[in-house]
């Protein structure tokens, strides 16, 4: 247990429907990370949200939009997918700002959403 | 961007066996971390070492900064330290929050 929540932890969708992915974390951190994992690759970087303001959109197409309510909350919405969206999802949270901390800005992760497109 | 390397990319082990995996980095780094993903997919922290040397339990870890580099030590291995082994790194930037990048990973296999 890390301290960060998703759901589902599995979900299968047409490429026609529209999905959201959900992570909470109960840590205090002020900001927040969504990671894409493809089959055979490194994880990549998607979108990062800090006091609830996004400060990163790593070219991600637009199908994929994050909402960020709180610094507690953060939301993947989904719509129109590809198969190769297919992909293990994870959530990320850390601490940010101030005076760097002895562990630095650690990051926590999720357990993750595996998503299918069909 | 810093570019991260691991190695090796798979290693098979005999339980009890001891290793070392290595991660080389491109650049100075203010943070580096090291993570276990276990076979359901979870990420857990292992070490929080930009440098020097730390030790929990049967995993310890060196970072050598000036050289870029970072190994990971397993001994008296385990079938539940199967799982792949990451190495993420991160120049700290002023604006926003952190930014990881990962290596590809070490594929670790432990047979009783």
């Known amino acids: 247990e890390t301290g960060v929540t998703q759901t589902p932890r599995h979900l299968v969708m047409g490429m026609t429907n529209k999905k959201s992915l959900k992570c909470e974390q109960h840590l205090g951190h002020n900001a927040m990370y969504w990671y894409k994992q493809s089959a055979k690759k490194p994880l990549e970087l998607m979108f990062v949200?800090?006091?609830?303001?996004?400060?990163e959109n790593n070219s991600v197409p637009s199908r994929f939009s994050p909402e960020c309510p709180n610094s507690s909350h953060l939301f993947l919405h989904l719509h129109t997918l590809q198969p190769e969206d297919s992909a293990l999802y994870l959530c990320?949270?850390?601490?940010?700002?101030?005076?760097?901390?002895?562990?630095?800005?650690?990051?926590?992760f999720g357990p993750g959403t595996r998503l299918t497109v069909l | 961007g810093i570019q991260v390397e691991q190695s090796p990319p798979d290693l098979i082990l005999q339980e009890g066996a001891n290793s070392t995996l290595r991660c080389n980095f491109s650049d100075s780094v203010n943070n580096l971390q090291w993570f276990h993903q276990n076979p359901w997919g979870q990420l857990i922290n292992l070490f929080y070492?930009?440098?020097g040397t730390k030790q929990n339990g049967r995993l310890s870890a060196t970072t050598v900064a000036t050289e870029r580099y970072s190994l990971l030590y397993i001994s008296s291995s385990q079938t539940t330290d199967s799982g792949v082994y990451f190495c993420?790194?991160?120049?700290?930037?002023?604006?926003?929050?952190?930014?990881?990048?990962f290596g590809e990973g070490t594929q670790l296999t432990v047979n009783p």
């Open positions: 949200y800090n006091f609830k303001e996004q400060t």
């Open positions: 070492i930009p440098s």
């Open positions: 993420a790194v991160e120049r700290l930037r002023e604006t926003s929050g952190s930014r990881l990048t």
């Open positions: 990320a949270s850390s601490r940010w700002g101030g005076a760097l901390p002895g562990d630095g800005y650690t990051q926590y």
